[in-house]
């Protein structure tokens, strides 16, 4: 009788373990977890707004040209705020992201050295490059993401980056 006790008292454990996995699972992807399709858009996502914010606040300061300098600034703005959105999303999973990239300090370095209209040049090149890129990552998210809350954020983002891209081109054109 004494074992048949404790089986059943091991298999109730074992049930009640084996429903809570569920809730485990989920607990775990507010503790820091993302699933891992989300993981590189999240790594890039949040790498590359800080590049746009540290860009943009170079770029207002350096640019010669009125655009340029208008640009940057709307620039600055709207990554920090994209950047707040994300930060939050994450903080409510638990997740801190990741500092800058050695390529942002790769970029802001080269920007550095350049100087009136090369600079604006150089910086409006990068910035429709960089655009290009994320816009791309951001409709993948947007599309394939896994985390409904990442998924969203990229879905929200990718009108002001494509607005981004048309104004950048656009600047691009006239000063060359």
């Known amino acids: 009788m004494h074992m048949k006790n404790t089986l059943t008292i091991i298999y109730g454990i074992s049930m009640a373990l084996a429903l809570s996995g569920p809730a485990w699972a989920a607990d775990g992807e507010r503790s820091g977890q993302v699933p891992n399709p989300d993981k590189k858009f999240v790594e890039d996502a949040v790498s590359g707004g800080k590049a ?46 990741p ?47 896994e985390d409904p809350q990442i998924r969203a954020y990229a879905e929200e983002s990718l009108p002001v980056m494509e607005e981004h891209l048309q104004m950048a081109e656009k600047i691009e054109s006239d000063i060359n």
């Open 52 to 97: 746009e914010v540290e860009l943009g606040q170079l770029a207002s300061q350096k640019a010669t040209d009125p655009a340029v300098k208008e640009f940057a600034t709307k620039m600055t703005a709207d990554h920090q705020k994209a950047d707040e959105q994300l930060t939050r999303i994450l903080a409510d999973k638990g997740i801190t992201g």
């Open 99 to 145: 500092e800058s990239t050695s390529e942002t300090t790769r970029m802001t370095d080269q920007l550095q050295n350049e100087t009136g209209a090369d600079f604006d040049r150089a910086y409006m090149k990068d910035t429709v490059k960089e655009h290009k890129k994320d816009i791309a990552s951001y409709k993948n998210e947007a599309a394939h993401g």
